[in-house]
């Protein structure tokens, strides 16, 4: 019998309709799983029990009046918690941030989701200010991956990742500056989606500026595209939303991709070096799409690696994040983020808008290369999970996060839509993901990709073991 915890948000819709189960069984399913694997795992930062049961019981009231709220009423989610919700501090990873006081606002999509009646089961964990792509902080230690929990589960929305893989809830918000959503969502199994810049409105604005997105985190695109048409709602806090779209998300996930022009790119011009059961996976993916009718050729994208810029945005950013705290509790910080900080702190003005040059360019030249091709499709990481707890492979030479994770971090840059969907599993088990890229403001297009790789078959693995979520 399939369990509450393995359905789809799209399927606990149709059965609360059907009155096959109700809120409250799927609610009391999540947290139970939530906690069952919390020790395991490391998940959450908090598990919300008595605010969700009771959220799931006006639910149910709901749907037993055939009133329902919203389009995702009674299902679970859970929230990065970098990301705003009103009801308990959100501490972002850090023991610099004072638990005390109000904590009386939502950010624009939490307060999407609760307006279409979410059940909210916990916050998630982050690396500290979400700063890398694996998920350890000072304030909630390891996040591991339930495939393997001696392995990373990625970051910086590896809770969230982790939360979605167990069945903590087929929901999830997170965000992605750099791959952050793609990156965990990889390692875990599951389907992320970052957003054209300005899709998901944001706020407070991001001390990374324009290279922070928020997206869903979920089982398949048909949730994904269900959350979307939560979350896209306008909020007038954020200066550079976009105005909202005129159809909805779920409704252009059909039609396939016949007839699409499809640029596979396995290593960005030999620029990447691939690990041959994630290349081979890959590929795999994208005949699966020449199958079905569009037309794919084997051809890069026209830029060299742009990671000093990167370099340059992201650190300056994150130097903005602490440099109000005194001394003293900088050395609170993760040691890292706390070296970042400091070169990030050291760049002029000139050298940010030499890199915003850089960006623009790295826009300019994707803007051409979409006139040709309607969709990219890379490996989403070269690798698959490593050792938790360490922010680069041992051995790999690589310094920083940004080493492993040439597939993701540019089209932060370039603000353009980008999904990654799981395409097999390595050698040892572990997921392997497929990354969809399209022109800015085509995230239906996204979507529709990955949904035919869904419904082909190619676009899921098995859920992680039961026996994969014990303590190692």
Not at 161 to 185: E, F, Y
Not at 356 to 361: K, L, P
Not at 404 to 428: H, I, K
């Amino acid at each position: 019998m399939t369990e509450l915890t393995d359905l789809t948000a799209v399927q606990l819709v149709e059965g609360y309709r059907k009155g096959e189960f109700s809120p409250v069984d799927a609610a009391g399913a999540a947290l139970r799983r939530a906690e069952e694997t919390q020790p395991a795992v490391n998940a959450f930062v908090r598990i919300e029990a008595e605010r969700a049961l009771a959220d799931a019981e006006a639910s149910a009231e709901r749907w037993r009046r055939g009133e329902p709220q919203g389009l995702v009423d009674g299902v679970p989610v859970s929230v990065k918690d970098l990301i705003l919700m009103r009801g308990g501090p959100t501490l972002r990873g850090s023991l610099t941030v004072r638990p005390e006081g109000k904590w009386d606002e939502d950010a624009p999509s939490v307060a999407r989701l609760r307006e279409h009646g979410a059940v909210f089961v916990g916050r998630t964990t982050t690396p500290e200010f979400g700063w890398k792509g694996v998920t350890d902080s000072p304030q909630s230690g390891i996040t591991r991956n339930p495939y393997d929990p001696s392995r990373t589960s990625g970051g910086s929305s590896g809770g969230s990742a982790v939360a979605v893989s167990v069945g903590a809830g087929p929901l999830s918000l997170g965000t992605d500056g750099g791959g952050s959503v793609r990156i965990p969502a990889a390692f875990c199994g599951i389907f992320a989606l970052k957003p054209t810049y300005g899709r998901v409105p944001l706020y407070p604005a991001s001390p990374f500026g324009t290279l922070a997105h928020v997206g869903p985190m979920t089982r398949d695109a048909a949730d994904a595209a269900l959350m979307m048409d939560v979350i896209t709602g306008p909020d007038v806090r954020d200066w550079s939303q976009l105005d909202a779209v005129a159809e909805s998300f779920s409704s252009r996930l059909g039609g396939g991709v016949h007839g699409l022009r499809v640029a596979y790119s396995p290593s960005f011009g030999g620029q990447v070096a691939v690990r041959p059961a994630v290349a081979a996976a890959v590929r795999r993916a994208v005949e699966s799409l020449a199958a079905r009718g569009a037309y794919v050729e084997e051809v890069d994208p026209d830029f060299s690696e742009p990671v000093e810029a990167f370099h340059t945005l992201w650190f300056s950013g994150a130097a903005r994040v602490v440099h109000h705290l005194p001394a003293e509790r900088r050395e609170l910080l993760d040691p890292g983020l706390r070296e970042i900080c400091g070169q990030g702190a050291r760049y002029s003005a000139l050298d940010y808008l030499e890199a915003v040059d850089v960006r623009m360019d790295l826009g300019r030249r994707m803007g051409r290369f979409h006139e040709t091709y309607d969709l990219l499709v890379t490996p989403t990481l070269p690798i698959t999970a490593f050792e938790a707890g360490v922010e680069v492979p041992k051995g790999s030479g690589h310094r920083r996060w940004t080493g492993w994770t040439p597939f993701t971090y540019p089209f932060n840059l370039t603000q353009q839509p980008a999904a990654t969907v799981p395409c097999g599993v390595d050698e040892d088990g572990l997921p392997i993901g497929v990354q969809i890229v399209a022109a800015r403001h085509a995230d239906a297009l996204v979507l529709r990709a990955a949904q035919t790789l869904y419904e082909a078959g190619a676009g899921g693995i098995a859920p992680p073991p039961r026996t994969g979520t014990t303590a190692s």
